[in-house]
């Protein structure tokens, strides 16, 4: 049976932007192959990101790690972060740990999203220790408060990946 994921992201470059649509869960599953697709883009010259989470359902620590590592790449290249159509959960989500600063979340009308294509997922990385390490290192960086939230899972993580089982 083959069963379409209900968690998936869709892009596109247009117009000098970099556009990203979330459905279902912002999750660590998604989180590399939205790092992917961003890293790309930013190696062709945009520096600019537009995630449009409308149909985005919950994010998770790891996906913000995401983002946020994202905002601070783009930062020292004059490049930017902007999060459309925010529920109030995930505005919450993100204000809690300190990442209205780092990245734009406008609550006026947004301009109509060009035409996306599925993102195929990356393979290998989608689960790995090493990208939920990096993405929750960039929670700490982007806002420091963020570190005894996070430490415990950053040492396990460290852990993981130097002794792996």
């Avoid at 992201?9 to 660590?28: C, K, P, S």
């Avoid at 190696?43 to 790891?62: H, N």
């Avoid at 959960?89 to 990245?103: D, E, P, S, V, Y």
């Avoid at 990096?134 to 420091?144: E, V």
Wanted: glycine share 8%; charged share 15%; hydrophobic share 45%.
């Amino acid at each position: 049976m083959n069963t379409v994921p209900s968690d998936f992201l869709e892009g596109a470059t247009q117009g000098g932007l970099i556009w990203v649509r979330v459905t279902g869960r912002g999750n660590f599953k998604l989180g590399p192959t939205l790092k992917a697709f961003v890293v790309s883009a930013i190696q062709r010259g945009y520096r600019r990101l537009r995630v449009d989470l409308e149909g985005c359902t919950a994010l998770d620590s790891t996906f913000m790690g995401v983002l946020a590592g994202l905002a601070l790449h783009l930062k020292p290249l004059n490049g930017s972060v902007q999060l459309l159509r925010l529920s109030a959960q995930n505005r919450n989500a993100l204000t809690t740990l300190g990442l209205q600063a780092l990245l734009a979340m406008p609550t006026a009308d947004v301009p109509s999203t060009p035409t996306l294509q599925r993102l195929d997922p990356t393979p290998d990385l989608a689960a790995s220790a090493a990208s939920i390490l990096a993405a929750h290192a960039n929670l700490i960086a982007a806002a420091p408060e963020n570190r005894p939230r996070f430490s415990e899972l950053v040492t396990q993580l460290k852990d993981e990946i130097e002794h792996p089982h």
